[in-house]
Nanobody
Framework: QVQLGESGGGSVQAGGSLRLSCAAS????????MGWFRQAPGKEREFVAA??????????YYGEFAKGRFTISRDNAKNTVSLQMNSLKPEDTAVYFC????????????????????WGQGTQVTVSS
Protein backbone atom coordinates (compact mmCIF):
# COMPACT_ATOMS: atom_id res chain seq x y z
CA GLN A 1 0.00 0.00 0.00
CA VAL A 2 1.01 3.62 -0.29
CA GLN A 3 3.61 5.00 2.10
CA LEU A 4 3.70 8.63 3.18
CA GLY A 5 6.46 10.97 4.28
CA GLU A 6 5.98 14.52 5.58
CA SER A 7 8.41 17.40 5.40
CA GLY A 8 8.42 21.14 5.93
CA GLY A 9 7.82 21.40 9.64
CA GLY A 10 9.82 23.75 11.82
CA SER A 11 9.68 26.71 14.14
CA VAL A 12 8.12 30.03 13.27
CA GLN A 13 6.91 33.11 15.09
CA ALA A 14 3.24 33.91 15.43
CA GLY A 15 1.89 35.43 12.25
CA GLY A 16 4.36 33.54 10.10
CA SER A 17 3.83 30.84 7.50
CA LEU A 18 4.92 27.28 6.87
CA ARG A 19 4.28 24.89 4.02
CA LEU A 20 4.08 21.20 4.78
CA SER A 21 4.48 18.59 2.08
CA CYS A 22 3.65 14.91 2.00
CA ALA A 23 5.11 12.58 -0.60
CA ALA A 24 3.40 9.32 -1.46
CA SER A 25 5.23 6.26 -2.69
CA UNK A 26 2.56 4.95 -5.04
CA UNK A 27 1.58 5.96 -8.55
CA UNK A 28 -2.09 5.30 -7.79
CA UNK A 29 -1.96 8.38 -5.56
CA UNK A 30 -4.94 9.90 -7.36
CA UNK A 31 -7.12 7.04 -6.05
CA UNK A 32 -6.71 8.35 -2.51
CA UNK A 33 -8.33 11.12 -0.57
CA MET A 34 -5.60 12.87 1.40
CA GLY A 35 -5.85 14.50 4.78
CA TRP A 36 -3.85 16.40 7.35
CA PHE A 37 -4.33 15.92 11.06
CA ARG A 38 -2.47 17.37 14.01
CA GLN A 39 -1.83 16.37 17.57
CA ALA A 40 -0.69 18.68 20.34
CA PRO A 41 0.80 17.33 23.58
CA GLY A 42 -1.89 15.88 25.80
CA LYS A 43 -4.61 16.36 23.19
CA GLU A 44 -6.49 14.17 20.74
CA ARG A 45 -5.43 14.06 17.11
CA GLU A 46 -7.66 16.49 15.26
CA PHE A 47 -8.67 17.03 11.67
CA VAL A 48 -7.00 19.90 9.81
CA ALA A 49 -7.87 19.54 6.13
CA ALA A 50 -8.61 17.02 3.40
CA UNK A 51 -8.69 16.91 -0.37
CA UNK A 52 -10.30 14.41 -2.71
CA UNK A 53 -9.83 13.69 -6.39
CA UNK A 54 -12.49 12.62 -8.88
CA UNK A 55 -10.52 12.77 -12.10
CA UNK A 56 -11.61 16.26 -13.04
CA UNK A 57 -10.75 18.04 -9.87
CA UNK A 58 -10.76 17.80 -6.10
CA UNK A 59 -12.90 19.00 -3.24
CA UNK A 60 -11.37 20.45 -0.12
CA TYR A 61 -12.51 20.37 3.49
CA TYR A 62 -11.16 22.21 6.52
CA GLY A 63 -11.43 22.19 10.25
CA GLU A 64 -13.00 25.36 11.60
CA PHE A 65 -9.71 26.69 12.93
CA ALA A 66 -8.06 26.17 9.55
CA LYS A 67 -10.58 28.00 7.38
CA GLY A 68 -9.15 31.17 5.89
CA ARG A 69 -5.61 30.43 7.12
CA PHE A 70 -4.68 27.01 5.75
CA THR A 71 -4.85 25.74 2.18
CA ILE A 72 -4.57 22.11 1.14
CA SER A 73 -3.56 21.19 -2.39
CA ARG A 74 -2.37 18.15 -4.29
CA ASP A 75 -0.19 17.44 -7.31
CA ASN A 76 -1.10 14.03 -8.66
CA ALA A 77 1.74 14.13 -11.20
CA LYS A 78 4.22 14.39 -8.33
CA ASN A 79 2.28 12.25 -5.85
CA THR A 80 2.31 15.02 -3.28
CA VAL A 81 -0.14 16.85 -1.06
CA SER A 82 0.71 20.14 0.58
CA LEU A 83 -0.62 22.25 3.42
CA GLN A 84 0.08 25.96 3.26
CA MET A 85 -0.33 27.48 6.70
CA ASN A 86 -0.52 31.25 7.10
CA SER A 87 -1.14 33.54 10.06
CA LEU A 88 0.11 30.86 12.39
CA LYS A 89 -0.74 31.04 16.07
CA PRO A 90 0.91 29.46 19.11
CA GLU A 91 -2.08 27.14 19.42
CA ASP A 92 -1.19 25.68 16.02
CA THR A 93 1.83 24.06 17.65
CA ALA A 94 1.52 20.31 17.13
CA VAL A 95 2.82 17.32 15.26
CA TYR A 96 1.18 17.35 11.83
CA PHE A 97 0.37 14.04 10.15
CA CYS A 98 -0.42 13.28 6.54
CA UNK A 99 -2.95 10.51 5.91
CA UNK A 100 -4.46 8.65 2.96
CA UNK A 101 -7.82 7.00 2.45
CA UNK A 102 -8.81 4.92 -0.55
CA UNK A 103 -12.28 3.97 0.66
CA UNK A 104 -13.78 7.15 2.06
CA UNK A 105 -17.51 7.45 1.69
CA UNK A 106 -18.56 10.93 2.77
CA UNK A 107 -17.26 14.40 3.37
CA UNK A 108 -17.93 13.92 7.09
CA UNK A 109 -15.88 10.73 6.98
CA UNK A 110 -12.89 12.70 5.75
CA UNK A 111 -12.79 14.51 9.09
CA UNK A 112 -12.55 11.25 11.05
CA UNK A 113 -9.27 9.51 11.86
CA UNK A 114 -10.64 6.02 11.28
CA UNK A 115 -11.38 6.82 7.64
CA UNK A 116 -7.66 6.89 6.93
CA UNK A 117 -5.73 3.66 6.71
CA UNK A 118 -2.27 5.03 5.91
CA TRP A 119 -0.36 7.58 7.99
CA GLY A 120 2.92 9.37 7.77
CA GLN A 121 5.34 9.67 10.67
CA GLY A 122 4.47 13.31 11.40
CA THR A 123 6.35 16.57 11.33
CA GLN A 124 6.67 19.03 14.20
CA VAL A 125 5.34 22.56 13.87
CA THR A 126 6.19 25.02 16.64
CA VAL A 127 4.77 28.53 16.72
CA SER A 128 6.20 30.92 19.26
CA SER A 129 4.51 34.07 20.52
Amino acid sequence: QVQLGESGGGSVQAGGSLRLSCAASENTFSDYAMGWFRQAPGKEREFVAAITWNGGGGSTYYGEFAKGRFTISRDNAKNTVSLQMNSLKPEDTAVYFCAASKYWRSSFGLTVRLTYNVWGQGTQVTVSS
